[in-house]
């Protein structure tokens, strides 16, 4: 088994999460992992970087697959017995004048950003070494349509007692609530990606929690942030930042020093604590 300290970035191929495991190469003293569902896309990635003098590795992961999921843990667990930093970077977005129906978008949007994020922490949040980084890739549109809920919705998302199967029966109900048309009318905002995302801004504030509670000697820190609206296949070219500059507050929460104690159970973004 390797004693050599390990980064797993998910959805790292392209756009942010491959700008954040060029600037880990460059900073994190031990092995990088970049994550693609392509293997073919995913190794043209290494290959990109191996251009430019940077080790990645790669390895398989769709967070849609549960069975891709376990793979992953299964290798980094007998490989290196678990992992030091977890950059949760995977997500989809409709873009806005899709004309997919709302509902479908709402399953498809859920499915990957909420519940397959969700998936990686149950198996992998396990793994994390003490002194681990774990980082949740979320957006500022998390804010604005957290802004965008029923005052009862918003409540429940800010509580500081909030557990995962509430908050999972909250994801949930938005998608049934948007297969009847009903969404607007039961307090959520009109758009699916920002529900999503407010999915794991809590969840980041729940696990956090979980970690005092059961793992407090450990030193892990977990948090959620906001990289900002950078230029990607995701955003645009009229985005603002570049990759790297999208990378910035990711990279900086994963590489927080040992001796810190905080940020954790926080939301960031320019390296800023964001009030929820």
């Known amino acids: 088994m390797s004693s050599v300290p390990v980064a797993v970035v998910t959805g790292s191929n392209k756009g942010i999460g491959f700008a954040i495991v060029r600037a880990l190469c460059k900073q994190f003293p031990g092995d990088v992992y970049l994550t693609a569902r392509d293997p073919g896309r995913g190794q043209e990635a290494v290959a990109k970087l191996q251009e430019e003098g940077l080790r990645a590795l790669f390895h398989q992961l769709d967070i849609d697959d549960l069975q891709s999921i376990r793979a992953l843990r299964d290798f980094l667990k007998e490989k290196y017995g678990g992992l030091n930093v977890l950059v949760n970077n995977a997500g989809i ?5 899709d004309t997919t129906p709302f509902a479908v978008q709402a399953e498809v949007t859920l499915k990957t950003n909420f519940f397959g994020t969700r998936n990686v922490c149950t ?3 396990p793994l994390v070494k003490p002194y681990g980084r774990v980082v949740n ?3 500022m549109v998390s804010s604005s ?10 409540q429940k998302f800010r509580s500081d007692t909030i557990t995962e199967d509430e908050l999972v029966e909250l994801m949930t109900k938005f998608v049934e609530d948007t297969m009847k048309n009903v969404h607007e009318k039961e307090g959520w905002p009109n758009t699916a990606y920002g529900v999503s995302k407010i999915g794991v801004t809590v969840l980041s504030r ?3 929690r979980m970690l005092n509670e ?3 000697g450990d030193h892990i820190l977990l948090n959620a942030c906001c990289p900002g609206w950078v230029r990607t296949d995701m955003a645009g070219p009229k985005a603002t930042k570049s990759p790297d500059e999208g990378a910035e507050t990711p990279v900086y929460l994963a590489l927080l020093p040992s001796d810190a104690d905080g940020p954790h159970g926080q939301f960031l973004s320019n390296k800023t604590v964001r009030t929820w």
């Open 93 to 97: 977005a409709f873009k806005v004048h």
């Open 123 to 125: 198996e992998l949040l």
């Open 137 to 139: 890739v979320s957006s």
């Open 145 to 154: 349509a957290l802004g965008g809920c029923s005052r009862e919705l918003q």
């Open 206 to 208: 729940i696990q956090a």
């Open 214 to 216: 059961k793992r407090k």
